[in-house]
């Protein structure tokens, strides 16, 4: 199982030597992370709900997968709307705002029925967390029903459709 913990060892460290040349080494450069752009981060949280919905899945775990699983998929969406808003966008974790700001651009672009089901499904998320709190604190609730059910293959299949219109319009508006 690896080898023993060294509790003198930092968890940020200088990197190994030799690094690259093995596959012995598993990790990254913390601070060459700022690098990502805000697309990246965004697939990067979208990925990571998956993984966790799947394991979650795979293990019959739902109930302890479902804040991180949900956090993740709300930080990618507004990852998401930030990077296919034209310009600088404020620092905002508001996906209403998010939309406000997006909308303008997209107008007369898609098919009107394609902008509600979008606009629909992220105002889903806003209503169930207006401020990102609501999956990252034990003492945060989510908003509305506390009898709301998600069922995570549909959960899946909803967020991989809205990550993939957003790819889209991102593709278009740069």
Not at 24 to 46: H, K, P, S, W
Not at 59 to 84: D, G, I, M, Q, T
Not at 136 to 145: C, M
Not at 147 to 164: E, P, S, Y
Request: neutral net charge; hydrophobic residues 40%.
């Amino acid at each position: 199982m690896g080898t023993p913990m060294d509790r003198s060892r930092s968890i940020f460290e200088e990197p190994p030597d030799g690094l690259g040349e093995e596959e012995l080494y598993f990790g990254t450069f913390a601070v060459g992370l700022g690098a990502m752009d805000r697309i990246e981060v965004a697939r990067a949280f979208a990925e990571a709900g998956d993984r966790l919905l799947d394991v979650a899945r795979d293990r019959r775990e739902s109930w302890e997968a479902a804040y991180p699983v949900l956090f993740c998929y709300r930080h990618a969406l507004e990852l998401n709307l930030k990077a296919v808003i034209p310009g600088e966008v404020k620092r905002n974790h508001k996906l209403d705002k998010l939309w406000t700001s997006l909308c303008p651009h997209i107008k007369g672009r898609y098919k009107a029925a394609d902008i509600r089901w979008l606009r629909t499904r992220v105002l889903e998320f806003h209503r169930l967390d207006p401020t990102a709190t609501a999956f990252r604190y034990h003492d945060s609730q989510p908003n509305g029903d506390p009898d709301l059910w998600v069922d995570f293959d549909n959960l899946k299949r909803m967020v991989q459709a809205i990550f993939g219109a957003l790819e889209r319009i991102r593709m278009r508006l740069f």
